[in-house]
């Protein structure tokens, strides 16, 4: 067994769960979206880039680049969340249905990512 591509495995897993977690809920109720629970699902994404660089196949490749999306979508919505909290008042619906939308675009990009790694795994010949 390669540690390697298990820990590789478990962050892109581990990012599209923490994403999706933080999905579900009422899309403009700012009490069923934990800003911490955002927080950690972007430090995994981000830690899931940062392991996917390394891979120089073409799936790892396209691997990549959806995890580069999911970032982006998730450090926009943390942008948006952040500036909204400025104010000191309860964040509005409308953006908190701004950011839970980006954050679903980002699950989108990490299901692609844990359906290629499937698909690479199962292709691999022992």
């Known amino acids: 067994m390669n540690t390697q591509r298990v820990w590789f495995a478990f962050f892109i897993v581990l990012a ?7 999905f ?10 934990h800003p911490y629970e955002f927080f950690f699902a972007l430090i995994v994404s981000l830690i899931a880039t940062v392991l996917k660089i390394g891979d ?3 799936v790892g490749a396209v ?5 580069l999306v999911a970032d982006v ?3 926009i919505g943390a942008v948006i ?4 909290a400025q104010n000191g008042t309860a964040i509005e619906p409308s953006v908190m249905a701004s950011v839970v939308s980006l954050a679903g675009g980002a699950m989108v ?3 692609i990512s844990v359906v290629l790694l499937l698909a ?3 292709q691999i010949k022992r």
């Open 24 to 33: 579900v809920g009422e899309i403009d109720n700012p009490d069923h979206h």
């Open 63 to 67: 691997l990549l680049a959806t995890s």
């Open 109 to 111: 990009a990490n299901i």
């Open 120 to 122: 690479e795994t199962i």
């Open 81 to 84: 969340w952040g500036y909204a």
């Open 16 to 22: 599209l769960t923490m994403n999706f977690s933080f």
């Open 56 to 58: 120089r196949s073409h």
């Open 73 to 75: 979508q998730l450090i």
